[in-house]
């Protein structure tokens, strides 16, 4: 029970630093870091339900789900994909404005 | 920012392990923790190690930016015929026309190694590619 | 006065939050996925890691779009970083 209200701090933390920061690269590190609280929920389920690693050998009858360590591996890649792009994004962004600030952008954008 | 022999030492020494740890995850992903995902991160690592520590001009005599490309767009395209000869073969696509094995060897997996080293250097190349684009106001 | 806005947003999103992922019990009875894999995975695929017996075996059309995901991020970044001319 500890370990998911901590989860879902962490999640909490990603949200409001999503919410409450101006400047766009501390959103993508927001972003970041609500990927990795769905990565570390999933996986931390998963995790009760066995011991070992879930690779056959012989003998190992006690293994963990498969299924959302599966999943996560594409939640992962996804997620670094969208980092990729956001952080372009950013790149132009500051390359046009010449400032990171959100609120400034939007004026500008407002004014054009 | 000065570089110092430290870095320079050991980035130069580390790099082909690296690159070497990649492949062995990536051909071995069936048996072992590994896969192609992570064991294409793995080889991309390599590179960017190289990429942070040289600079820019030296790793890219050494992994050109078309030869990246192309490996990139190719292992795409390899996915899609290895699906394509699984509609030929039998069944659907992407349906699995090797012979599987029991399980433990290596060429007894069906079509997963095949699979895997083609994402791997995919994966890879993808990484690489993104890392290029995005260091390249450096020097 | 934006800021208390946000506090109170991020506030109800936290209480709605907290109370589903309390309510629901991780690792419940949803094991026969698990059993079967255990008893099959291996032998239909051919892979002893399970995770790779799902996500090239079982789930392979997931890891197409997957690849497409990350060709299409890579052509982004292509496009947004390039030279301009």
């Given at each position: 029970?500890?370990?998911?209200?901590?989860?879902?701090?962490?999640?909490?933390?990603?949200?409001?630093?999503l919410?409450?920061?101006?400047?766009?690269?501390?959103k993508?590190?927001?972003?970041?870091?609500?990927?990795?609280?769905?990565?570390i929920?999933?996986?931390?389920?998963?995790?009760?339900?066995?011991?070992?690693a879930?690779?056959i050998?012989?003998?190992?009858?006690n293994?963990?789900d498969?299924v959302?360590?599966?999943?996560?591996?594409?939640?992962?890649v996804?997620?670094i994909c969208?980092?990729?792009?956001?952080?372009?994004?950013?790149?132009?962004?500051?390359?046009?404005?010449?400032?990171l600030?959100?609120?400034?952008?939007?004026?500008?954008?407002?004014?054009? | 920012?000065?570089?110092?022999?430290?870095?320079?030492?050991?980035?130069?020494?580390?790099?082909?392990?690296?690159?070497?740890?990649g492949?062995?995850?990536?051909?071995?992903?069936?048996?072992?923790p590994?896969?192609g995902?992570?064991?294409?991160?793995?080889?991309?690592?390599?590179?960017i190690?190289?990429?942070?520590?040289?600079?820019?001009s030296?790793?890219?005599e050494?992994?050109?930016?078309?030869?990246?490309?192309?490996?990139?767009?190719?292992?795409?395209?390899?996915?899609?015929?290895?699906?394509?000869?699984g509609?030929?073969?039998?069944?659907?696509?992407?349906?699995?026309?090797?012979?599987v094995?029991?399980?433990?060897?290596?060429?007894?997996?069906?079509?997963?190694?095949?699979?895997?080293?083609?994402?791997?250097?995919?994966?890879?190349?993808?990484?690489?590619?993104?890392?290029?684009?995005l260091?390249?106001?450096?020097e | 006065?934006?800021?208390?806005?946000?506090?109170?947003?991020?506030?109800?999103?936290?209480?709605?939050l907290?109370?589903?992922?309390?309510?629901?019990?991780?690792?419940?009875?949803?094991?026969?996925?698990?059993?079967?894999?255990?008893?099959?995975?291996?032998?239909?695929?051919?892979?002893?890691?399970?995770?790779?017996?799902?996500?090239?075996?079982?789930?392979?059309?997931?890891?197409?779009?997957?690849?497409?995901?990350?060709?299409t991020?890579?052509?982004?970044?292509?496009?947004?970083m390039?030279?301009r001319?």
């Amino acid at each position: 029970m500890i370990s998911t209200l901590l989860i879902c701090l962490f999640f909490i933390t990603g949200i409001s630093g999503l919410v409450f920061s101006d400047n766009i690269i501390k959103k993508v590190i927001a972003l970041n870091l609500v990927n990795s609280a769905i990565v570390i929920l999933f996986i931390y389920s998963g995790s009760l339900s066995g011991i070992l690693a879930p690779i056959i050998l012989k003998g190992n009858e006690n293994i963990v789900d498969p299924v959302p360590q599966a999943l996560m591996l594409t939640a992962i890649v996804v997620g670094i994909c969208i980092t990729a792009l956001a952080l372009s994004l950013v790149y132009r962004l500051y390359y046009i404005y010449g400032t990171l600030d959100i609120r400034e952008i939007e004026k500008r954008i407002g004014d054009k | 920012m000065k570089k110092t022999d430290i870095l320079d030492v050991v980035a130069r020494k580390l790099s082909p392990f690296i690159l070497l740890f990649g492949l062995y995850l990536v051909t071995y992903g069936h048996l072992s923790p590994g896969g192609g995902f992570q064991g294409g991160v793995a080889l991309a690592s390599g590179i960017i190690l190289l990429l942070l520590s040289r600079g820019s001009s030296p790793v890219k005599e050494i992994f050109p930016l078309s030869a990246v490309n192309i490996t990139e767009a190719s292992g795409f395209l390899f996915f899609l015929l290895t699906g394509s000869a699984g509609l030929v073969i039998g069944g659907g696509y992407l349906s699995g026309f090797l012979p599987v094995g029991r399980g433990g060897e290596i060429p007894g997996a069906g079509m997963i190694l095949l699979l895997n080293t083609i994402i791997g250097f995919e994966v890879g190349a993808g990484i690489t590619l993104i890392c290029y684009y995005l260091f390249q106001g450096e020097e | 006065m934006r800021r208390i806005f946000y506090i109170l947003v991020i506030a109800l999103f936290s209480v709605f939050l907290l109370y589903s992922v309390v309510s629901v019990n991780p690792g419940g009875e949803a094991l026969q996925g698990k059993d079967f894999l255990l008893e099959k995975g291996a032998e239909e695929t051919g892979a002893a890691n399970l995770v790779t017996s799902i996500y090239l075996g079982y789930r392979v059309f997931d890891t197409l779009g997957e690849t497409i995901v990350l060709m299409t991020s890579v052509a982004g970044v292509v496009f947004l970083m390039g030279k301009r001319k």
